[in-house]
Antibody, heavy 121, light 107 residues
Framework: EVQLVESGGGLVQPGGSLRLSCAASGFTFSSYWMSWVRQAPGKGLEWVANIKQDGSEKYYVDSVKGRFTISRDNAKNSLYLQMNSLRAEDTAVYYC??????????????WGQGTLVTVSS | SYVLTQPPSVSVAPGQTARITCGGNNIGSKSVHWYQQKPGQAPVLVVYDDSDRPSGIPERFSGSNSGNTATLTISRVEAGDEADYYCQVWDSSSEGVFGGGTKLTVL
């Protein structure tokens, strides 16, 4: 069974840092692009970042560029999101998702259960 | 960046057909994907590449895409279909774009 399990969320003060992890199982992790998608409380979905199979390409939504870094460890079947200079507006459930499709048309399947990040003093 | 527009809500009686639209500039030239999200749960892919269904998704779920509008159609709606639905495309700037979401209410 394909499974993605996020961890690392929690309460952090504005300006602080947090590192999210996503453990993948049930598929060949090193063969897939991977993404992070977030959802603020009561709001819609927002794609955050993705990373190529070998980590050589990374893309980010404008609002997190320079603050967030996506990375992966294929030996550990794990995806990460290092979040620095956190703001209140970064408060959200963060989902890890497997990219499907090609460079012109990607979709996300499956998704993890999500981990909640709360940025507040 | 590219913008996708969905109606905030759609209501339908059980057994009827629900149509949820997703508007975007020349969206017919892009591949559109749809997700279902029930309260407290992660999103689930229900349609990809405009009209393909993942395994395990009922045939009642179908999609179309032309011009400036993509549509998710749910036939013979059931109470269990009540959820938020999101459309999504992959923009040419190499980023994912989601619509604002549509809450489907089964009357």
């Amino acid at each position: 069974e394909v499974q993605l399990v996020e961890s690392g969320g929690g309460l952090v003060q504005p300006g602080g840092s947090l590192r999210l992890s996503c453990a993948a199982s049930g598929f060949t992790f090193s063969s897939y692009w991977m993404s992070w998608v977030r959802q603020a409380p009561g709001k819609g979905l927002e794609w955050v970042a993705n990373i190529k199979q070998d980590g050589s390409e990374k893309y980010y939504v404008d609002s997190v560029k320079g603050r967030f870094t996506i990375s992966r460890d294929n030996a550990k079947n794990s995806l990460y999101l290092q979040m620095n200079s956190l703001r209140a507006e970064d408060t959200a459930v963060y989902y890890c998702a497997r990219d499907q499709g090609d460079v012109y048309a990607k979709w996300f399947d499956p998704w993890g259960q999500g981990t909640l990040v709360t940025v507040s003093s | 960046s590219y913008v996708l527009t969905q109606p905030p809500s759609v209501s339908v009686a059980p057994g009827q057909t629900a149509r949820i639209t997703c508007g975007g500039n020349n969206i017919g030239s892009k591949s559109v994907h749809w997700y279902q999200q029930k309260p407290g749960q992660a999103p689930v892919l229900v349609v990809y590449d405009d009209s393909d269904r993942p395994s395990g998704i009922p045939e009642r779920f179908s999609g179309s895409n032309s011009g400036n509008t993509a549509t998710l159609t749910i036939s013979r709606v059931e109470a269990g279909d009540e959820a938020d639905y999101y459309c999504q495309v992959w923009d040419s700037s190499s980023e994912g774009v989601f619509g604002g979401g549509t809450k489907l209410t089964v009357l």
